[in-house]
Structure formats: structure tokens, C-alpha cells
């Protein structure tokens, strides 16, 4: 089949029509779920030579140094194999919970390179990949959702190292969860390392959280040494401008012109989005290159707003272009919504889909 003419300001039309990600339910092996438990791929080739302390800052060379010397002493772990674990076999015999702190906590503003120097040390720890895990607070959550409690602990208890990237200070329920689940974890000598978001209501009164993180983690507090990183806050400069949107006809063109991208109306798949477990929404985009969205509008509701935040971050994290008509991404959430309990979640998710958005101008104006 020969290609049709390009329309003005796309490239040739492709002859694989764009998917949908509403024509997809992925079904997830639990392995799967804790082998995606790694740095995201923005993160994949970071390491602590390649952060750049600022000169002014000592607390950022003291970092590098202190979590360089943690990831080397974490050589001498031993554990069962979490794999083997998955469904219960092979499990190993419980291991006294280790003196001292077991933990770091690194604390600081926006900007000054947490999540860096978290991934840093993942790759750092001597231990195979299937050794170590990654995530997100909300992705732990969601693990945890998946598997079950105790499936999870199971799990993850042959783990040398568990790094949970923006620990949520904002649910009280799921930071309960995620504390009695790293008791458990720092009882079977698995090693712990976080970064957190600032509690709602104090996004204005300073860069640092290492007292509310450690009041809301209770009994695991003696187990975390506190890194505070000094450094630019980059808070108070607002959300960015979000790029225009594009014309329907525009959208539609660009998903037919790019090979891998998905096209589909904004309403139809946040309803998809609630059939779908979170833990899968990053194989719901499995392959695709470019998300490109019609009809966006303002999301009708809290929970729809949750799910949204997630598929934003899995969207971040791969590094996927997002194309989309409608109204543009910081008019997405409503006033009652920013000024909520969940805010710094909107906040962040407006953040990362205008520069997903930024990224997608390419795919209407290709070389």
C-alpha cells in the first residue's frame, strides 16, 4: 500500500494507523511489576560522577559523599533471592534487623538533584538489578495493591535496596501502609532510601521535610539518616506556561503521520483509565512513541484526577510526547483541586505533561 500525499505540516502519512490505549486492557505478571522496579529511563545513565555539585552548596558534595560511602557498605548484604520469593519458595531464614540507621532521607527544595542522586545510589549498590528495587511512593502503593500485603513483603524481603522516590506526606492511609510495610522490610535487613513531597499547606514556608517525614514514618524514624541538600528553590516560579493546543484535524494528522503514536479522544480514555489497575498503566503504553489526545477538558472529579496524575508520571518517565487538542494542560484541574490535599500531585502532573507537550511540537513540524 503506497502512503497518501502529507497533509500541510506533517510528514508522510504512515501506513499503520495510530493505536489506541483504550483498546488496551495489558494484563501484568506479577514478576513483571517488581522487575519494572528500576530507575525510569530519564534516569538510566545517571550516576554520582555525573552530579554537579554547586560550589556554594557543601551540603551537595557531603550528599554525594555520604551516600557513595552507604551504597559501598551495602556490599555486604546477604538475602534470599525475590524472585524465587515471588510465590513463597525459597524464602530465607529471617535475619536479625541490623543496628543503626538502615536508611537515608534525602531532604531538600525543588531542583537541586534528589531524585539524581536516589537513582545514583541504585546504580551504585553492588547487587544485580533483581536485587534492588526503584519506585515511586505511588507506584509501592499500587504494588502493594496488586499483589497483596503480604505478597509484598515477600517479595521485596530478598531485596537488598528499596528506593521510594516523593514518599506521599499528603495520605495518611497509604503512609500508614507504606510505613508498616518498610518495618517489615527493615526487619528482614533490606536497606531503605526516600525522598518526599512537602506536606499540603506548606508549600510556602520552606524547602525542607525531614521533620513531618520523619513523624509520619513514626517507629522506622531511628532507622533513616537525614541528607539535607541545600541548594535553589525552584517552588516559587509558578507552573510553566503550557504550550497552545492544537486544532483536532492537527492532532489527528500528526498520530497518522507518526509511526508508534497512539491517538485517542481525551473523555473516552480517562474513562478507560478506571478500568485499568494503576500498576498497568505503564504497559498500557508499551511501544508508543507519541500520546496524542482530542477534546481535552477539565478533569470532572477527584478520582478521575488520580489516575490521570499516574499515566502523566509513567508518560514522564518513558519520555513520551504528548500531542493534544482541546484546552491546554494547566487548565486541566480545577481551582478546588489546586487547592486541595492533592495539589502537589496536580501541580507536578501539569508540570510534566506541558513538557511532554513542549516535546510533541516536533511531531507537527518534522524535518
Known amino acids: 500500500m503506497s502512503s497518501s500525499p502529507a497533509p500541510s505540516g506533517t510528514g508522510p502519512i504512515t501506513d499503520s494507523a495510530p493505536v489506541s490505549l483504550c483498546a488496551r486492557e495489558p494484563r501484568v505478571p506479577a514478576d513483571r511489576l517488581v522487575a519494572e522496579m528500576v530507575p525510569p529511563p530519564r534516569f538510566d545513565s545517571v550516576r554520582f560522577s555525573t552530579y554537579i555539585p554547586d560550589p ?3 551540603s551537595q558534595t557531603e550528599a554525594v559523599q555520604v551516600l557513595e560511602g552507604f551504597a559501598a557498605g551495602l556490599g555486604q548484604g546477604t538475602g534470599g533471592s525475590g524472585k524465587r520469593r515471588l510465590f513463597g519458595f525459597g524464602r530465607a531464614p529471617k535475619k ?3 543496628a543503626g540507621p538502615r536508611g537515608v532521607y534525602l ?3 525543588y531542583g537541586v538533584g534528589k531524585t539524581h542522586l536516589l537513582a545514583s545510589l541504585w546504580h551504585a549498590t553492588p547487587a544485580e538489578p533483581a536485587r534492588k528495587a ?3 511512593f505511588v507506584e509501592l502503593t499500587n504494588l502493594v495493591g496488586a499483589l497483596g500485603f503480604q505478597q509484598t513483603v515477600q517479595t521485596l524481603s530478598g531485596h537488598r ?7 506521599e506526606l499528603d495520605d495518611p492511609g497509604d503512609t500508614v501502609l507504606v510505613s508498616t510495610l518498610l518495618g517489615k522490610l527493615v526487619d528482614a535487613g533490606v536497606a531503605l532510601a526516600a525522598t518526599s513531597n512537602t506536606l499540603p499547606g506548606k508549600l510556602g514556608e520552606g524547602r525542607f521535610a525531614a521533620a513531618d517525614f520523619m513523624r509520619e514514618i513514626q517507629g522506622l524514624s531511628a532507622h533513616f539518616r537525614a541528607l539535607r541538600i541545600d541548594g535553589e528553590d525552584y517552588r516559587h516560579r509558578g507552573l510553566p ?3 497552545p493546543p492544537y486544532s483536532d484535524e492537527q492532532v ?3 498520530a497518522h503521520a507518526t509511526e508508534g503514536a497512539s491517538l485517542d479522544a481525551f ?3 480517562l474513562d478507560h483509565l478506571a478500568r485499568v489497575h494503576p500498576s498497568r498503566y505503564g504497559a498500557l503504553t508499551d511501544g508508543i512513541k507519541a500520546v496524542c489526545l482530542t477534546g481535552v477538558r477539565p478533569v470532572p472529579d477527584q478520582s478521575t484526577a488520580l489516575r490521570l496524575v499516574v499515566l502523566a508520571d509513567r508518560l514522564y518517565d518513558r519520555e513520551v510526547p504528548v500531542l493534544a487538542s482541546g484546552l491546554p494542560f494547566d487548565q486541566l484541574f480545577s481551582d478546588e483541586m489546586l487547592n486541595g490535599g492533592y495539589r502537589k500531585k496536580y501541580f507536578r502532573a501539569i508540570s510534566r505533561l506541558t513538557a511532554l507537550a513542549r516535546d510533541a511540537a516536533k511531531l507537527t513540524n518534522p524535518r
Open 134 to 136: 526503584f519506585g515511586t
Open 96 to 98: 536479625a534487623a541490623p
Open 56 to 58: 556554594n552548596q557543601p
Open 107 to 109: 531532604d531538600g527544595g
Open 241 to 243: 506556561e503550557a504550550p
Open 267 to 269: 473523555s473516552p480514555l
Open 252 to 254: 489527528t494528522k500528526a
Open 161 to 167: 535496596l528499596l528506593c521510594i522516590d516523593e514518599f
